[in-house]
């Protein structure tokens, strides 16, 4: 899997849009770039993932540039409830074996 | 919904004892599945794959014997931790993979606390 970059730590307004960067410049053209969070004593939860375009499902936006070579998280109003580490992970879509890295923590400020 | 179950969630033992902790993959079948285990304030790290019908495979610095992994049917997966002692204290977890319209998605299970008293 290639590595990624995510800073340690970022703290968002509550309601405020959350953006989350990742750089993942060694991404292989079959590798997907996918968002775990994890919260506190729970087991990581899938939050998206796409290839090249962008996505938005329920939970958050995922921007994609063009090169792929890095990406954006967005959650659009954040909750104190989406205090959380966040992963970025690239992968082969067929691959399961994920390692992770050290993630975001986000804190989400009253 | 939860796509993987672990149980039990928590669960406290003594020193020397057994513990089993179960892995399930709701409404679909997992050929292989991940067990993770998380220290405080560190990220997952993984400990083995389970491969249904054959043996687990080890990560490096992972005991096979003290951490038995046994995948007798393609939904659910068991750890067990033998002769368990304080420091394996910890958070474990479990992982299997869904096929869907844009590959395969990872899901994680909650998660079990152990602790060894």
């Known amino acids: 899997d290639a590595k990624t970059t995510q800073p340690t730590s970022m703290d968002c307004a509550e309601g405020r849009a959350a953006n989350l960067p990742c750089n993942h410049s060694?991404?292989?053209?079959?590798?997907?770039v996918y968002w775990y969070r994890q919260i506190h004593s729970q087991g990581p939860q899938y939050i998206i993932h796409?290839?090249?375009n962008n996505e938005t499902n329920e939970m958050a936006s995922l921007i994609i540039t063009e090169d792929r070579k890095s990406s954006t998280l967005i959650l659009p109003h954040a909750t104190l409830r989406d205090t959380a580490v966040y992963y970025c992970i690239v992968r082969v879509s067929g691959y399961q074996k994920v390692t992770f890295g050290i993630g975001t923590k986000l804190q989400v400020i009253p | 919904g939860a796509v993987v179950s672990q149980h039990p969630s928590r669960v406290i033992c003594k020193s020397g004892t057994s513990v089993k902790i179960e892995c399930r993959s709701l409404?679909?079948?997992?050929?292989?599945m991940f067990w993770y285990r998380q220290f405080p304030k560190q990220s997952l790290m993984l400990m083995a794959t389970?491969?249904?019908?054959?043996?687990?495979?080890?990560e490096q610095g992972v005991e096979k014997d003290k951490f038995l992994i046994n995948h007798a049917s393609l939904t659910l997966s068991t750890l067990t931790v033998t002769s368990a002692h304080p420091e394996d204290s910890s958070f474990y977890i479990c992982?299997?993979?869904?096929?869907?319209?844009?590959?395969?998605?990872?899901?994680f299970g909650e998660g079990s606390w152990l602790t060894v008293v």
């Open positions: 992982s299997a993979s869904r096929g869907g319209e844009s590959g395969n998605t990872i899901y």
């Open positions: 409404d679909f079948q997992a050929t292989t």
């Open positions: 060694t991404i292989s053209g079959n590798e997907y």
């Open positions: 796409g290839l090249k």
């Open positions: 389970s491969n249904e019908g054959s043996k687990a495979t080890y």
